[in-house]
Nanobody, 128 residues
Framework: QAQLKESGGGSVQTGGSMRLSCTAS????????MAWFRQAPGREREGVAS????????RYSDSAEGRFTASVDDAKTTLYLQMKFLRPEDTGMYYC?????????????????????WGQGTQVTVSS
């Protein structure tokens, strides 16, 4: 099973952009259901985007739709989350995760319990 490590977080002003990366080691993320999640202080972790790395269009939360883009590199070792028009409410710790191999069905960030391999997170802070 791949180990995941997020990077690319930092501080940005409202309206700015940022690209997060999630690098896999020990295995590729080829033909896997991958997702981005975030957690703000005092709030539950929530799904932001999900992508089946074998092809197809990513899915997004209502908040992320139109502003965030999830993608995977050709080597299937790195997952990205391009974020634009950032808002203070986007502030939080961002995690990437891989769905458990025994889980099937649609690849969706809404099914947080289906994800079993998590990175350590990268902090995103958006100031007003």
């Amino acid at each position: 099973q791949a180990q995941l490590k997020e990077s690319g977080g930092g501080s940005v002003q409202t309206g700015g952009s940022m690209r997060l990366s999630c690098t896999a080691s020990g295995d590729t993320i080829e033909k896997k259901c991958m997702a981005w999640f975030r957690q703000a202080p005092g709030r539950e972790r929530e799904g932001v985007a999900s992508i089946w790395t074998g092809g197809g269009s990513p899915r997004y939360s209502d908040s992320a739709e139109g502003r965030f883009t999830a993608s995977v590199d050709d080597a299937k070792t790195t997952l990205y989350l391009q974020m634009k028009f950032l808002r203070p409410e986007d502030t939080g710790m961002y995690y990437c995760a891989a769905r458990r191999s025994e889980m099937g069905g649609p690849c969706s960030h809404r099914l947080i319990g289906a994800f079993g391999a998590w990175g350590q997170g990268t902090q995103v802070t958006v100031s007003s």
